[in-house]
């Protein structure tokens, strides 16, 4: 019966009266047009015994309904189901993105304790690189005027190294004492 109570949907749905001979109220009715129905299942239709067509038969067209009403009504549920799983799945997922979201927050937070940092470190490496460069420099400075203050008489050290005019030089072979002084 599936398929055939699909065939339902195809005749036009009309208000009619029957013939005065038939029923002298005239009372309005609704229904379907035999001619109609028998084009669609010839089944639906009673014929007389000249095999005109006489009236549709209701009660196996009402039968045909109810079964496509059943399945007009498994599909609504159907489609509920569906879109109850679909809610759930949205609660999930807005679920799901307030946590990102709050994880996000909470790495822009140690992005910037970061920067800072950084910031920090670079400034107090600038500062340690300012002090080296200019101890560099005062201590290159300081090696070049005592250079020219120093002789080449051995008896002048400092301490007990050698001076740095004499370490400035290599030496091939040493001199004897006393000689290549004047």
Known sequence: M???SETLL???L???RYRSEIESAGTPKFGLIAEEVTEVNPDLV????KGELTTVRYE????MLLNEF???QRKVEEQERKMSEQSRKAQEQ???IAELKASVGQQQKGIEVLTAQLKEQAAQIQKVSARFEAGNSASQAGSQSEGFLQTADPSHK???SPSKLTNAFEVDSPLPKNQGRP
Do not use: Q
């Not at 196996?60 to 039968?63: F, I, L, Q, R």
């Open 158 to 160: 400092m301490g007990n």
């Open 2 to 4: 599936a398929a055939a």
């Open 94 to 96: 807005e679920a799901t």
């Open 14 to 16: 009309v208000t009619f």
């Open 70 to 72: 059943l399945k007009e």
């Open 60 to 63: 196996a067209v009402n039968a």
């Open 10 to 12: 195809a005749p036009r």
């Open 46 to 49: 009673v014929r007389d015994a």
